[in-house]
């Protein structure tokens, strides 16, 4: 779902750029789908420690592309 909004604000919007929060929200979700899939196969503390510290950083860089977005940025300078 993430992934169609993402397209259609590309495809129809008036500045055609992908918001980089979209991409980031899918790919949390893609690494919490493998962490529920590895849990389901067989349980791998590393493999889970792992994705879990890179979702935590997928999570600093939303927060920080939420609060250095370019639209927020222009909003500020007017």
């Not at 949390?28 to 590895?38: A, E, Q, T």
């Not at 389901?40 to 920080?64: A, E, H, M, P, T």
Request: a positive charge; charged letters at 25%.
């Amino acid at each position: 779902l993430e992934l169609i909004r993402m397209l259609i604000g590309f495809l129809f919007s008036d500045e055609n750029r992908i918001k980089l929060r979209f991409m980031i929200d899918s790919t949390i979700v893609f690494f919490i789908r493998d962490i529920m899939l590895i849990v389901n196969d067989k349980f791998d503390i590393q493999k889970i420690v792992s994705l879990l510290g890179v979702i935590g950083v997928l999570f600093i860089f939303r927060i920080l592309s939420m609060k250095y977005s370019p639209s927020i940025m222009e909003k500020s300078k007017n």
